[in-house]
C-alpha cells in the first residue's frame, strides 16, 4: 500500500483557481510508472473519478471538468497535480488522489458563490 498526502484544497469563490498536489511518502515509489487519479466526493454523493493519468498516456476528465481542470504529474518531483480552474460550487468535495488501491487522506475544496 502506497501512502499518499495531498495538499493545495481550501476556499474559493466561484470562478477561481486551486492546485492540489499529491506526493507519495517515502522514496520508492514513483509515480511516473503507474495509472494514476483524482476522485471526490461530495457531502451526501458517492465519491465520482474526476480525472485519470496513465503513465505516458492521455489523460481522461470526467464530463464535468472538461476543460477546467488539468491532471499533470512532475516526474521529477514525484508529484501529482490537479489544476482547476473556473470552479463553481458544485465543484465543492473532498478531492482525493488514488494510485494502486491506496486513497490520500483527501483535501476539502470549497466553492462560495
Known amino acids: 500500500q502506497v501512502q499518499l498526502v495531498e495538499s493545495g484544497g481550501g476556499l474559493v469563490q466561484a470562478g477561481g483557481s486551486l492546485r492540489l498536489s499529491c506526493t507519495p511518502s517515502?522514496?520508492?515509489?514513483?509515480?511516473?510508472?503507474?495509472?494514476m487519479a483524482w476522485y471526490r466526493q461530495a457531502p451526501g454523493k458517492q465519491r465520482e473519478l474526476v480525472a485519470a493519468?496513465?503513465?505516458?498516456?492521455?489523460?481522461q476528465y470526467a464530463d464535468s471538468v472538461k476543460g477546467r481542470f488539468t491532471i499533470s504529474t512532475d516526474n521529477t518531483k514525484n508529484t501529482l497535480y490537479l489544476q482547476m480552474s473556473s470552479l463553481q460550487p458544485e465543484d465543492t468535495a473532498d478531492y482525493y488522489c488514488?494510485?494502486?488501491?491506496?486513497w490520500g487522506q483527501g483535501t476539502q475544496v470549497t466553492v462560495s458563490s
Open positions: 517515502g522514496t520508492f515509489f514513483r509515480i511516473s510508472m503507474y495509472d
Open positions: 488514488y494510485v494502486l488501491s491506496s
Open positions: 493519468i496513465p503513465p505516458g498516456g492521455s489523460a
